[in-house]
């Protein structure tokens, strides 16, 4: 055998040294090399019969093996774990340990220094580590026994919910999670790819993202970090937008939303109530909410969700009927619209022009325009907002003078009005029965009726659309009996004539 160097003496210590006991060998190189140690070796000599060569052989080993087995320098130790027993290890110096996990039997290891641990789990003990110094943790979730992971300290975690390295986050129960999207803990959360994350919002792994305060959430629709929130289903989400949960849905920029009301990514948007919604069509959170395709939009002005569209202040809407966000808005219905021409909600409706309006009066988008109340109407036959309501056809329209839809109509002014007898827009008035009609001929609604020509009017006395002129006080009439526009009068009955 090689005898080792005495102590105190400044011999240099050899490459390689070896102790033969019979039983194994303890070998160690010097600098730049490594130890291997024999557990099965090390428990031979304990447990051995003692004799006085034996010590001495520890004795001097012990000496050889002391300067090039420190943990000093630029050399760490590299151990092998043998046998069922595992090693009980401290950690000294600068540099960090390198283990291997063995047996039936888990390590407990302490972190120290400036370097981090890297450790890998494995048999069926979970590992209980804590979160130190300047380096993170890089963690593998394997086996049968989930990690306990605390999100606090100087370092953040970074975990993966895919693939190999797959994470299990409970945010109810025992192993609670506390995500931050903001500040120095800051979570980035993706729906897509290989990262990819599923917040469900109902049962066990229910989750409640609150886009404003402390744990403000911003959930982009678009690009990487993409997601889909349908309010139907396993995944189904409610983003009220008032109160600690609110929700604020910008339809342009980065965080742009689309939101379907029909398909799997459905949504209804009521506006009132615990989830109420008030969607602006101008500004930073504008909306577009077309009626026909993908996203296509119904909203009913009653019932659950009710919804009231103002067309003046900062929730203004403007409503086309033509072209992509051309819009349906029947009076009648499950959908039913009252429009209101005056007060807060109050609308204007041109008939010409990019947001011009046709509303028929019967079918399934008719319409009924009273003149007097809440819901009156006033529609000009000339400028921007000209109307054309014409008596027959599809379109046609009965004004009655008396009740609650009673109109009158002048004909002179910014609202005046002419009604031809003849052709498309002919207009029939009869003066008795519940649409009879009173045309005074002086006053700010005279009326001056042409009986030839393209206004030509024809005045019955008799049947159905008699007519009664009398020539005196507030209706009185002048009327030529020769010439062009002769006029036939009955003197005698019940409609006599007094010229």
């Not at 063995?102 to 641990?117: E, H, I, M, P, T």
């Not at 609308?347 to 009273?370: D, E, H, I, K, Y």
């Not at 659309?465 to 020769?482: D, H, I």
Request: glycine share 14%.
């Amino acid at each position: 055998m090689e005898k080792a160097p005495q102590e105190g003496k400044k011999e240099r210590v050899p490459q390689v040294v070896t102790v033969d006991t019979g039983w194994r060998e303890l070998s160690c190189t010097g600098r730049g090399g490594h130890v291997e140690v024999s557990q099965k070796y090390v428990w031979g000599v304990l447990n051995a019969n003692g004799g006085d060569w034996l010590t001495d052989m520890i004795k001097d080993a012990a000496h050889v093996l002391e300067e090039s087995l420190r943990q000093g320098g630029r050399n760490a130790w590299s151990l092998r774990q043998g046998g069922r027993n595992a090693w009980s290890l401290r950690q000294g110096g600068r540099n960090a340990w390198s283990l291997r996990q063995g047996g039936r039997n888990a390590w407990s290891l302490r972190q120290g220094g400036r370097n981090a641990w890297s450790l890998r789990q494995g048999g069926r003990n979970a590992w209980s580590l804590r979160q130190g110094g300047r380096n993170a943790w890089s963690l593998r979730q394997g086996g049968r026994n989930a990690w306990s992971l605390r999100q606090g300290g100087r370092n953040a975690w970074s975990l993966r919910q895919g693939g190999r390295n797959a994470w299990s986050l409970r945010q109810g129960g025992r192993n609670a999670w506390s995500l931050r999207q903001g500040g120095r803990n800051a979570w980035s959360l993706p729906q897509s790819g290989r990262n990819a994350w599923s917040l469900p919002q109902s049962g066990r792994n229910a989750w409640s993202l609150p886009q404003s305060g402390r744990n403000a959430w911003s959930l982009p629709q678009s690009g990487r970090n993409a997601w889909s929130l349908p309010q139907s289903g396993r995944n189904a989400w409610s983003l009220p937008q008032s109160g600690r949960n609110a929700w604020s849905l910008p339809q342009s920029g980065r965080n742009a939303w689309s939101l379907p009301q029909s398909g799997r990514n459905a949504w209804s948007l009521p506006q009132s109530g615990r989830n109420a919604w008030s969607l602006p069509q101008s500004g930073r959170n504008a909306w577009s909410l077309p009626q026909s395709g993908r996203n296509a939009w119904s909203l009913p002005q009653s019932g659950r969700n009710a919804w009231s569209l103002p067309q003046s202040g900062r929730n203004a809407w403007s409503l086309p009927q033509s072209g992509r966000n051309a819009w349906s808005l029947p009076q009648s219905g499950r959908n039913a619209w009252s429009l209101p021409q005056s007060g807060r909600n109050a609308w204007s409706l041109p008939q010409s022009g990019r947001n011009a309006w046709s509303l028929p009066q019967s079918g399934r988008n008719a319409w009924s325009l009273p003149q007097s109340g809440g819901n009156a109407w006033s529609l000009p036959q000339s400028g921007g907002n000209a109307w054309s309501l014409p008596q027959s056809g599809g379109n046609a329209w009965s004004l009655p003078q008396s009740g609650g839809n009673a109109w009158s109509l002048p004909q002179s002014g910014r609202n005046a009005w002419s009604l031809p007898q003849s052709g498309r827009n002919a207009w029939s008035l009869p003066q008795s029965g519940r649409n009879a009609w009173s045309l005074p001929q002086s006053g700010r609604n005279a009326w001056s009726l042409p009986q030839s020509g393209r206004n030509a009017w024809s005045l019955p006395q008799s049947g159905r659309n008699a007519w009664s002129l009398r020539q005196s006080g507030r209706n009185a009439w002048s009327l030529r009996q020769s010439g062009r526009n002769a006029w036939s009068l009955r003197q005698s009955g019940r409609n006599a004539w007094s010229l």
